[in-house]
């Protein structure tokens, strides 16, 4: 069994040395523990770093590309390397790295396809109660979307089976977190979390350059997860909205026509047409949506069977 930690970087020369200090090169459960980077475009010696500590394997992106590509690079290049569990954390040493052993445990034990590990949010010093209050909601969107029971969604430290690596793919391009948890919930991938200690902060945050740009990412991930994995509830619902608003308001001018009033009231009439009409509207584009998210979710499961044969040609077993 091979277990590949993978670190997606960027521009990371002064944290990576303690990250990957902190890294296991034995883990139970495991004949082969090895270690690789994503160097996203770096500026700096983030790869000098990493060749330094003794690092595997190194990949690069030629510029930046963000950390969900970085992540997905990492997760393919795991695949190829012929990993059998991958596990993914931060640079900046924010997650312990002794929890790595219980953090795969539930892979190992049969239990679990994939492992999110809990941070103690609410006892974190250096989170803002404003960033608390946006990792609680986006775990709650998550929960709602995917009918998973994952605490903390946002957090990066996870381990994953090869087969759940060859069957997800991620959309979104700010992060991977939240959307993975949603294609397994969807995908009936089997998923759990753990708790995990956190470490001291060594950097800000890359994600959260500002509150209100965190709000406005936060909102926009949010509304696109709704949009790609509940498209029809989401259209209906704001549909159904607008439709409920025309008929009340084309019912108020009936009942007022029906006693001689309605004349003064024409501008009432238009607006109830034009609000029937966008609510008829949107929820025929909810049903379109619906479709193309059902033949999205057949072109992801494709794309896993064909993931899943090429490693094998390349292992020799077919």
Same mark, same amino acid.
């Given at each position: 069994?091979?277990?590949?930690? !993978?670190?997606?970087c960027?521009?990371?020369?002064?944290?990576?040395?303690?990250?990957?200090?902190?890294?296991?090169?034995?883990?139970?459960?495991?004949?082969?523990?090895?270690?690789?980077?994503?160097?996203?475009?770096?500026?700096?010696?983030?790869?000098?770093? @990493?060749? @330094?500590?003794g690092?595997?394997?190194?990949?690069?992106? $030629?510029?930046?590309?963000?950390?969900?590509?970085?992540?997905?690079?990492?997760?393919?290049a795991?695949?190829?390397?012929?990993?059998? $569990?991958?596990?993914?954390?931060?640079?900046?040493?924010?997650?312990?790295?002794?929890?790595?052993?219980?953090?795969?445990?539930?892979?190992?034990?049969?239990?679990?396809?994939?492992?999110?590990?809990?941070?103690?949010i609410?006892?974190?010093?250096?989170f803002?109660?404003?960033?608390?209050?946006?990792?609680? +909601?986006?775990?709650?969107? $998550?929960r709602?979307?995917?009918?998973?029971?994952i605490?903390?969604?946002p957090?990066?430290?996870?381990a994953?089976?090869?087969?759940?690596?060859?069957? +997800?793919?991620?959309?979104?391009?700010?992060?991977?977190?939240l959307?993975?948890?949603?294609?397994?919930?969807? !995908?009936?991938?089997?998923?759990?979390?753990?708790?995990?200690? $956190?470490n001291?902060d +060594?950097?800000?945050?890359?994600?959260?350059?500002?509150i209100?740009?965190?709000?406005?990412?936060?909102?926009?991930v949010?509304?696109?997860?709704?949009?790609?994995?509940?498209?029809?509830?989401?259209?209906?619902?704001?549909?159904?909205?607008?439709?409920?608003a025309?008929?009340?308001?084309?019912?108020?001018?009936?009942?007022?026509w029906?006693?001689?009033q309605?004349?003064?009231?024409? !501008?009432?009439?238009?607006?109830?047409?034009?609000?029937?009409?966008?609510?008829?509207q949107?929820?025929?584009?909810?049903?379109?949506?619906?479709?193309?998210?059902?033949?999205?979710?057949?072109?992801?499961? +494709?794309?896993?069977k064909?993931?899943?044969?090429g @490693?094998r040609?390349?292992?020799?077993?077919?």
């Amino acid at each position: 069994m091979k277990l590949i930690i !993978q670190i997606p970087c960027y521009n990371e020369s002064e944290t990576l040395a303690v990250a990957l200090a902190a890294l296991p090169r034995a883990v139970p459960g495991f004949s082969r523990v090895e270690w690789l980077i994503i160097d996203d475009g770096s500026l700096d010696q983030t790869a000098e770093v @990493a060749r @330094a500590a003794g690092v595997d394997h190194i990949v690069r992106h $030629v510029g930046n590309k963000g950390l969900a590509r970085a992540f997905m690079t990492g997760v393919a290049a795991c695949l190829r390397l012929g990993a059998d $569990v991958i596990v993914n954390t931060d640079a900046d040493n924010q997650y312990n790295a002794s929890d790595i052993p219980a953090l795969v445990r539930p892979i190992l034990d049969g239990r679990a396809d994939i492992v999110v590990g809990a941070r103690p949010i609410a006892s974190i010093e250096h989170f803002s109660p404003l960033k608390k209050f946006f990792q609680n +909601l986006g775990s709650w969107v $998550v929960r709602i979307a995917s009918h998973t029971d994952i605490p903390d969604a946002p957090s990066g430290f996870r381990a994953m089976s090869r087969a759940a690596a060859e069957k +997800l793919f991620v959309y979104n391009e700010y992060t991977y977190t939240l959307e993975q948890i949603i294609q397994a919930g969807q !995908q009936h991938i089997s998923i759990m979390s753990v708790p995990i200690r $956190v470490n001291d902060d +060594l950097r800000p945050s890359r994600l959260v350059k500002s509150i209100p740009s965190y709000i406005r990412r936060s909102i926009a991930v949010i509304v696109r997860i709704f949009m790609i994995y509940r498209p029809f509830r989401f259209f209906a619902t704001i549909g159904g909205l607008l439709f409920a608003a025309g008929f009340f308001i084309g019912l108020r001018f009936f009942l007022l026509w029906l006693v001689g009033q309605g004349a003064g009231h024409v !501008q009432s009439l238009i607006l109830a047409s034009v609000l029937l009409g966008m609510g008829f509207q949107t929820i025929l584009i909810g049903f379109l949506a619906d479709l193309m998210a059902t033949n999205r979710k057949l072109i992801e499961d +494709l794309r896993g069977k064909v993931i899943a044969q090429g @490693a094998r040609r390349d292992d020799g077993s077919l």
